[in-house]
């Protein structure tokens, strides 16, 4: 019966509560027994539960019973940073309805804003939740009343919890079975479910998450995948469970479940695409959600040079749990074969950086990440530079376009100067400045590449942690644009190569090879490392060679047999700096990151 059961997502802002919220649910309906919880349960990556944070929307189905009815509860944590926003929206895509989350110490943020039009764009119905209420500083009235001015939601109708404790936790669920709305597709027209999550096991082979939005799927039945035209038999069926998934026979329009087409290669399932029965397909497509487009993008090498084709298996296997990522290989001078991969994000890198190394073994080396630049050449054709090595010499370039994006930053009105100051320094233009009670909502256009090297860390730390920020990207926009290359013993460092605007170009090469002169180990001979812009060189440190007493078992005698001596090693430094080859350590690439 569709009419019992309920599709719903927990959105918020970073730690405002989703995944301890969900715990406490999943506790009062019974899922998991007391011996067996632990906190954050939906968490289920070694990575999420060291740093704290979800990374992954995970889904569950609940059984409640309220005034003798048995409810299905079909719930989706969801990721609260900026960098995985393309997880709540795939959330969203599959749901009726939404909760949100609000802390009720901190209020509105920046995130909030943002998903709630996600939550609106879906035409989902949302919960107005306060969260934390146990705490000696909540205020849920000025919450609420922040709510309705910054968002425009209508709060008559709220819930006040505190997701530690457990207060309100059954009163809230309550909520969701009388105000949540039902499923209602056709049962009996053909299958139709969109996959909204996959990933791969090692036992099962690729798995697909689904909600049916018509008809069911059978076990045994042969589903057709509409955008891959791929056909396959369902060998299992799974409800969704952090622990123990429930096998079942069928899954029913408007649930949720786990799909096993024992697939040993990824290529098959599309995130957004699709299912249906081949021999009776459906009509058309759901209209699924954007696919995500990669903004920040870096060269990923393994150190050892005989792991390319597991990096690639890797990158594969993992593409089809986080269909956000993209790659294609490349290779440098420095470094050897290795993939471009795009990212959504500084924290995303981090991320899939961690775990292609954990979960597949790797020693990885990441070169400074980039944003997509367009460049428009003087015979008019046009070429997307994700790799700044990639770019045409000068002569050839008309201009050169970079990727803007609209930041919106919600800050305590003490600190608005510095973050003005910081926005400024960053290139950026104000947009729209608003006061919410003692607080100052700003819009800004900001080039990506300003934001993508050390700007959240920024932001944190010029006001104590209390601002908040969430971008999307709104364009291409002209800008002075420069190379800059890093020569290293008169060699470029393709990896190295940096695009900054001209006005910043000295200050960035000066402080970049001051940097490298601290992190490149002293050789036996004298090694220059110079920033240039075209053949223009604009900064230049030495690395002094390491000494030698040669003249140590010389005691005494004529001094032409020192002198011999020290012009035979001069000789030798001279020859070993025409030929010498310099290893430039990962630190030196990462050091771009901290370009201050």
């Not at 009163?171 to 039902?182: E, G, H, K, Q, Y």
């Not at 597949?360 to 050449?377: C, S």
């Not at 370039?397 to 510095?418: F, M, Q, R, W």
Request: glycine content about 6%; some cysteine; proline content about 4%.
């Amino acid at each position: 019966m569709q009419s019992k059961i309920r599709n719903f997502s927990i959105i918020a802002h970073i730690d405002h509560g989703k995944s301890t919220l969900a715990d406490r649910i999943i506790q009062e309906c019974g899922s998991v027994a007391d011996r067996d919880m632990s906190a954050q349960v939906m968490d289920t990556m070694d990575i999420e539960k060291e740093r704290g944070i979800t990374i992954k929307a995970q889904s569950v189905r609940l059984n409640y019973e309220k005034d003798g009815e048995h409810y299905i509860l079909n719930l989706i944590d969801t990721p609260g940073h900026v960098d995985f926003s393309y997880e709540v929206s795939r959330s969203l895509a599959s749901s009726e309805g939404a909760l949100l989350i609000v802390d009720s110490t901190q209020g509105v943020e920046a995130q909030t804003i943002a998903n709630v039009y996600i939550a609106l764009e879906n035409e989902l119905t949302l919960m107005p939740v306060v969260n934390k209420i146990d705490l000696p500083s909540a205020d849920p009235d000025r919450v609420l009343e922040e709510t309705e001015e910054a968002i425009g939601l209508d709060c008559t109708e709220h819930n006040l919890i505190s997701a530690k404790t457990g207060l309100g936790v059954r009163d809230l669920i309550d909520s969701i079975v009388d105000r949540m709305p039902a499923p209602n597709g056709d049962e009996l027209a053909p299958t139709k479910a969109l996959i909204y999550d996959s990933w791969f096991d090692n036992y099962l082979g690729a798995l697909a998450l689904v909600r049916v939005y018509e008809g069911s799927i059978k076990k045994g039945q042969v589903l057709k995948m509409m955008n891959t035209k791929f056909e396959h038999k369902v060998l299992d069926l799974m409800y969704p469970h952090p622990l123990k998934q429930e096998k079942t026979n069928e899954i029913k329009t408007g649930e949720i479940g786990i799909v096993v087409l024992g697939l040993k290669t990824t290529e098959a399932i599309a995130v957004g695409d699709t299912m249906t029965d081949a021999k009776n397909p459906t009509a058309e497509v759901i209209d699924g959600f954007e696919p995500a487009k990669p903004f920040v993008f870096a060269g990923l090498y393994p150190i050892d040079t005989d792991k390319f084709e597991d990096l690639r298996d890797a990158l594969e296997k993992l593409s089809l749990n986080d269909s956000s990522i993209s790659f294609e290989p490349e290779s440098s001078a420095a470094l050897g074969s290795g993939f471009r991969t795009g990212f959504l994000g500084m924290l995303h890198m981090e991320v899939i950086k961690e775990r292609l190394e954990r979960e597949f073994n790797l020693d990885l080396i990441a070169t400074a990440p980039t944003v997509v630049y367009q460049v428009l050449k003087t015979d008019g054709t046009e070429l997307m530079i994700q790799n700044p090595y990639e770019l045409p010499i000068v002569n050839h370039i008309e201009t050169i376009s970079e990727p803007y994006v609209k930041a919106t930053i919600l800050v305590p009105d003490e600190y608005l100067g510095n973050v003005i100051k910081l926005l400024n320094d960053k290139r950026g233009i104000q947009v729209k400045m608003d006061y919410i009670q003692k607080r100052v909502l700003l819009e800004y256009d900001i080039p990506m590449n300003e934001i993508v090297m050390d700007f959240y860390d920024k932001l944190k730390s010029t006001t104590k942690g209390y601002a908040s920020f969430d971008y999307e990207v709104t364009g291409f926009r002209p800008g002075n644009l420069k190379k800059l290359d890093v020569l290293v013993a008169g060699e470029p460092v393709d990896a190295l190569s940096i695009i900054v605007p001209e006005e910043k170009a000295v200050a960035r090469g000066r402080i970049f090879v001051k940097q490298l002169k601290e992190l490149i180990p002293r050789q036996l001979f004298e090694v220059a490392i110079q920033a240039s812009i075209g053949k223009d060189i604009i900064a230049r440190e030495t690395v002094k060679s390491t000494g030698k007493n040669v003249t140590a078992k010389c005691y005494g005698g004529d001094i032409t047999r020192k002198r011999k001596l020290l012009e035979k090693q001069k000789a030798g430094k001279k020859r070993m700096k025409a030929i010498g080859k310099v290893s430039v350590p990962q630190e030196a690439f990462m050091a771009v990151l901290k370009l201050d």
